[in-house]
């Protein structure tokens, strides 16, 4: 029972979410901070004295932020299946775990309890950084809208690809949104006071949003191609149905050209600034599995066959994440 919840809620995917959350507090935040310390206190030394600007989130409230973000993605993945029943005794049967090891009844009081406790949590954590207003409108937003998904959105075109992009896109950005308010509260005097530009930052976590927004497209797309069959015989409009597998692939290209263009751009900068490290780690961590990926996805020709290029995205997503520790090399000297 334990194993078939687990893999009910998508367990490694879970993980996945969690480590990028940490990832952002702990390689982009902390390294500009620990890089805008060292600066400060070789300038003004007068003027900052013994001042250590650090993160203002406890270890067990940033704890709690990660688990609220991993069960909203878990109540996500439960109401997901179960409406999803039908079309994966086709595309997945034997994945299929509602009705046959887990009742349609537990799984929406599981549904429910995440969503309500990841609420909870979030609205706390809101209430202690003053931003619990959006934070319950983002967390409330995001599970009816996983709710919809599931029920609505996910059979029509191309809407629910981008609304879990959007979602994926707000994993990055919740850590900072619970973090630099408190520091700009405590620390924005002295950033004024010294002309500290810690502008990197937010800089940093966009990027990886949007980098996660487009990467996750690309896989929603590839998934959609990969369940046609399924979603064929339940009346989905998905882009695959729609327009075919062959201008689901030009679609695919576009996004490709898209992800490569903006991440060149970067390099672009990283290399007219002397980021060696960062330029080979975008060149070939990332850069080559994207050219790697279009080579993929024209080499698939059926539905089947595209198992591959969704491996391969998912080998990007990741290998994305791990650039924050590039940027924790870059600052931490």
């Known amino acids: 029972m334990v194993f078939s919840f687990l893999k009910l809620i998508r367990w490694p995917n879970l993980l996945i979410i969690a480590f990028t959350q940490y990832a952002i507090r702990w390689g982009v935040i902390y390294p500009v901070l620990h890089y805008v310390n060292s600066v400060l206190h070789q300038l003004y030394p007068d003027i900052v004295r013994e001042t250590l600007i650090s993160m203002q989130l ?10 609220s973000t991993v069960l909203i993605a878990a109540a996500g993945y439960i109401i997901n299946d179960y409406f999803d029943v039908k079309l994966d005794r ?22 429910w309890v995440l969503n309500i406790s990841a609420l909870l949590i979030a609205l706390y954590l809101g209430f202690l950084t003053n931003t619990w207003k959006i934070v319950g409108l983002i967390y409330f937003m995001c599970a009816s809208g996983l709710w919809f998904y599931s ?26 949104l619970f973090e630099i308010p408190l520091l700009l509260k405590k620390y924005g ?5 010294t002309g500290i530009d810690i ?24 998934k959609d191609v990969q369940d046609i069959e399924g979603d064929k015989a339940y009346g989905c409009e998905t ?66 066959s595209f198992w591959l290029p969704s491996l391969i995205t998912k080998v990007i997503m990741f290998l994305g994440v791990m650039y924050s520790a590039v940027i924790y090399i870059s600052f931490v000297k």
């Not at 009705?99 to 009844?105: E, F, H, L, P």
């Not at 996910?154 to 919740?174: E, S």
């Not at 005097?189 to 006071?193: A, V």
């Open 199 to 222: 502008s990197f930052m937010y800089k940093a976590i966009i990027a990886f949003s949007f980098f996660a927004f487009l990467t996750t497209l690309i896989r929603e797309l590839i």
């Open 151 to 176: 029920t609505t959105f996910k059979k029509q075109f191309l809407i629910g690809n981008v609304l879990v992009a959007l979602f994926t896109a707000l994993v990055p950005i919740l850590v900072g």
């Open 189 to 193: 005097y002295l950033f004024i006071q």
């Open 58 to 67: 406890s270890e067990f409230n940033f704890f709690l932020i990660v688990f």
């Open 239 to 304: 882009l695959p149905i729609k327009w075919g597998i062959k201008k689901a692939k030009l679609v695919l290209y576009s996004l490709c050209v898209v992800t490569i263009g903006c991440i060149g751009y970067l390099m672009k900068s990283q290399y007219a600034d002397g980021a060696v490290l960062s330029f080979y780690y975008l060149l070939f961590a990332v850069q080559v599995p994207l050219f790697v990926l279009i080579v993929s996805v024209f080499r698939s020709v059926e539905y089947k």
């Open 90 to 111: 086709i595309n997945k049967p034997d994945d299929v775990l509602i009705d046959v090891k887990i009742s349609r009844r537990a799984a929406i009081m599981w549904h």
